[in-house]
Structures are given as C-alpha cells and as structure tokens.
C-alpha cells in the first residue's frame, strides 16, 4: 500500500531505490538525484517528519549508520577524500522530503560542491542569549 512520503514507499518496496545498508531502526540507499556518486540517504524506518519527532535512539542510529556508510565511500572506488553529512531539518533549512534524513556525500579534492554558498556569516552576536535560550529547551 502506497503511502505519499516517498521514503516510506521505498522502506515498504513499493518505489525502488538502490539499497546499500539497513538495519532494524534505519535504511541507507542512494540519492536520486546526488550531489555526487555514491550521495547516500539514511532514513528511519518509522515516518518522522524532522529530527524532533526521531526518538533518542533512532537519531543515533542514523549517525551511526552514516560514519559506517563514510567510511565505505573513503575505502571502495569511489575513493572520497572527505565526506558532510548533513541534515536539512525544516523547510528554511532546504528540507524538500519531509521524512527525516540523514545526507552522507562524497567529497573529491577540486570538486565545486558547495553547502555554505548563502549562508549567513557567522556573526558573535547575544551568545550567551541565543545560549540561554537553547539550554531552555533542552
């Protein structure tokens, strides 16, 4: 039975994708459309919508899925020089699949990959507030 999150459809089988690693909490398969060869996702099994609604122990296992997975892309031919993982967490971050994931890419000394360009400069301004506010909420 299809679902309208295309991740929950490639979880259940019922979209392809090329699979590359899954455990019981998480699947890791490759992106459609990649940054680079061997651009891998890993998902939770269970539909969450962002990383607050991921329980403790599937954002840590998507983690560490990850490291697994960069580690893989540095050792077979692929060959990456360096890996982001990176996680695009809400509309305003350039989340476009509203099913939390995990992005681990390839990197090549020379690329032109750029996941900064138009980012705000970082600027030490009302730290301890922004602090303050943080540590509110956790």
């Given at each position: 039975?299809s679902?309208?999150?295309?991740?929950?459809?490639?979880?259940?089988?019922?979209?392809?994708?090329?699979?590359?690693?899954?455990?019981?909490?998480?699947?890791?398969?490759?992106?459609?459309?990649?940054?680079?060869?061997?651009?891998?996702?890993?998902?939770?099994?269970?539909?969450?919508?962002?990383?607050?609604?991921?329980?403790?122990?599937?954002?840590?296992?998507?983690?560490?899925?990850?490291?697994?997975?960069?580690?893989?892309?540095?050792?077979?031919?692929?060959?990456?020089?360096g890996?982001?993982?990176?996680?695009?967490?809400?509309?305003?971050?350039?989340?476009?699949?509203?099913?939390?994931?995990?992005?681990?890419?390839?990197?090549?000394?020379?690329?032109?990959?750029?996941?900064?360009?138009?980012?705000?400069?970082?600027?030490?301004?009302?730290?301890?507030?922004?602090?303050?506010?943080?540590r509110?909420?956790?």
């Amino acid at each position: 039975m299809s679902h309208t999150c295309v991740f929950c459809n490639i979880i259940s089988a019922d979209e392809p994708a090329i699979r590359v690693f899954e455990t019981e909490t998480v699947l890791a398969f490759l992106d459609a459309r990649p940054v680079s060869r061997g651009h891998t996702l890993v998902v939770p099994k269970r539909h969450a919508t962002n990383l607050d609604g991921l329980e403790n122990h599937e954002g840590a296992e998507m983690f560490r899925v990850g490291t697994l997975i960069a580690g893989a892309l540095r050792r077979c031919d692929i060959a990456a020089d360096g890996v982001n993982i990176l996680v695009n967490d809400g509309r305003a971050a350039g989340q476009t699949v509203f099913h939390s994931h995990l992005h681990v890419v390839p990197r090549h000394s020379g690329d032109k990959a750029k996941f900064a360009a138009g980012l705000l400069a970082r600027r030490a301004v009302e730290l301890e507030e922004a602090g303050a506010s943080i540590r509110s909420q956790l």
